[in-house]
Nanobody, 124 residues
């Protein structure tokens, strides 16, 4: 069982930046494809961004392209989500996900492991 731990959420003003991090609670020796999803109040969980095990492939939701950047440090077994030019509509609980995903399916998974989520709130 892989437990993912997210950190870095918080409250910022419109136009601000946040950096989220996600790492397994213990080293597994396995590199997973990793993704970030978010769920706003009253809405379904939606895909945000994902990165392949090697870091060579990424996928972004159209709503965050040019503003969000995903990266990973396999030596540290950590995935980062740099969020810039934040908007009120980015307000949501952000979830980290991990799994072994077929090539080309980063956007859809399936991802077998999920974190507890971290709240991101953007004030207008």
């Amino acid at each position: 069982q892989v437990q993912l731990v997210e950190s870095g959420g918080g409250l910022v003003q419109t136009g601000g930046s946040l950096r989220l991090s996600c790492a397994p609670s213990r080293r597994t020796g396995i590199n997973y494809d990793m993704g970030w999803f978010r769920q706003a109040p009253g809405k379904e969980r939606e895909f945000v961004v994902a990165i392949s095990r090697s870091g060579g492939l990424t996928a972004y939701a159209d709503s965050v392209k040019g503003r969000f950047t995903i990266s990973r440090d396999n030596a540290q077994n950590t995935v980062y989500l740099q969020m810039n030019t934040l908007k009120p509509e980015d307000t949501a609980v952000y979830y980290c996900a991990a799994g072994i995903v077929a090539a080309g399916n980063l956007r859809w998974g399936p991802y077998g492991y999920w974190g507890q989520g971290t709240q991101v709130t953007i004030s207008s």
